[in-house]
């Protein structure tokens, strides 16, 4: 996200949306009464149109007082949804219902009446998301291979597969392995390209990884001077959240939030599980905690804070001031559902408060 412009005297704010993470950040930014500017195009009956049952498409500026969003990662859009207030009289009405899709490479300002600390440092980690390369890692198995890009708002997934045939045919298995890792190769350049791919981690139970980190650093000398080789347990998606949770994803970024949203996630279930009384979920063992000054990390789904945003406000402020943390957790992740199984807000403690 860039942040071209930034008035908080009017309490307005300009941006320029540059991914798709600008979009998952913004739905959680802009509230009900909130009012949004940009340009945007409407169906309009012009003095010609009006004896024929059609109507004219024209790209007009209107600012609209926000009712609802709606963030849509698969069509890359979010909705807001809500009342014209400004724009051309003379072909719209003032007060009618309007849609806006904004998109990537979409210029907005944004206008509330206070910009609450949690909404600006949204915008700032947003602003620093950015910049911030990604993280590609890959699970190798004998003619299967899951690729997850991870991202600030989500890991995406793709999958190749291949038949290699059967061991007593050794050499045509070495040939079809050896087309396998070409088309792996391809599809992790292409992507690193287009997403700005910091790092490559090959991953796996088996010797596979091995073998393709071999075939790369043969074909790819500079791919292989940011190709890590991580061991699992597991194969397929299982084994990227655990990738997530090794040692290699702090050495080479921690920050990345849907990483984190694992890590932590994790975390709190291992100590729940274990009755350390480390970890507390639900809004009063929570509130509890957080008066006791115990709480390290906050962790909250990011649709109930948007939904509580004073009270979970007043908690953050609260846990600050103690020296500890808050992270937003999204709740479109599976990080997100578990800890939504556990009430939507948690806390990880750095001394027990209950023994």
């Not at 024929?52 to 009712?67: A, F, G």
């Not at 004998?142 to 708002?153: H, M, P, T, W």
């Not at 292409?190 to 990884?209: M, P, Y």
């Not at 090794?246 to 996630?265: C, G, H, Y």
């Amino acid at each position: 996200m860039k942040i071209l412009k930034k008035n908080l005297r009017n309490n307005t704010i300009t941006l320029r949306i540059e991914n798709l993470d600008d979009l998952w950040y913004l739905s959680g930014i802009i509230k009900a009464e909130d009012q949004i500017k940009t340009k945007t195009e409407r169906r309009i009956k012009t003095k010609n149109d009006m004896n024929r049952d059609k109507s004219t498409r024209k790209t007009i500026t209107l600012t609209i007082k926000t009712e609802k969003t709606e963030f849509n990662p698969h069509n890359q859009t979010l909705r807001v949804l809500g009342l014209i207030e400004e724009g051309p009289e003379d072909i719209i009405s003032i007060g009618s219902h309007h849609t806006f899709n904004l998109m990537v490479g979409d210029k907005t300002s944004l206008k509330k009446t206070r910009w609450s600390p949690i909404d600006l440092k949204r915008l700032d980690d947003a602003k620093k998301a950015s910049l911030r390369p990604k993280i590609l890692v890959v699970v190798v198995d004998e003619g299967e291979a899951v690729f997850g890009l991870i991202k600030e708002s989500k890991i995406e997934y793709y999958e190749q597969t291949t038949s290699i045939g059967g061991k007593q045919y050794k050499t045509k298995r070495k040939e079809k392995k050896h087309e396998f890792y070409g088309k792996i190769h391809s599809f992790i350049c292409n992507l690193a390209d287009k997403e700005n791919v910091s790092s490559v981690i090959l991953a796996g139970t088996g010797f596979e990884k091995n073998n393709l980190y071999d075939y790369l650093k043969e074909k790819n000398p500079q791919l292989i001077k940011k190709t890590y080789i991580e061991n699992t347990g597991s194969q397929g998606r299982t084994a990227i959240n655990e990738v997530i949770q090794k040692p290699v994803m702090k050495k080479i970024n921690e920050d990345i939030n849907s990483a984190k949203d694992i890590r932590l996630v994790n975390k709190l279930l291992m100590e729940v599980g274990k009755d350390t009384n480390l970890g507390v979920y639900g809004f009063k063992e929570v509130y509890d905690a957080v008066n006791t000054g115990a709480v390290s990390i906050l962790l909250v789904n990011d649709d109930l804070l948007y939904e509580n945003m004073n009270t979970i406000e007043k908690l953050t402020k609260n846990v600050k001031s103690m020296k500890g943390q808050m992270h937003i957790v999204n709740h479109l992740n599976e990080a997100g559902t578990q800890l939504a199984s556990l009430g939507g807000i948690a806390a990880l403690l750095r001394y027990r408060i209950n023994q």
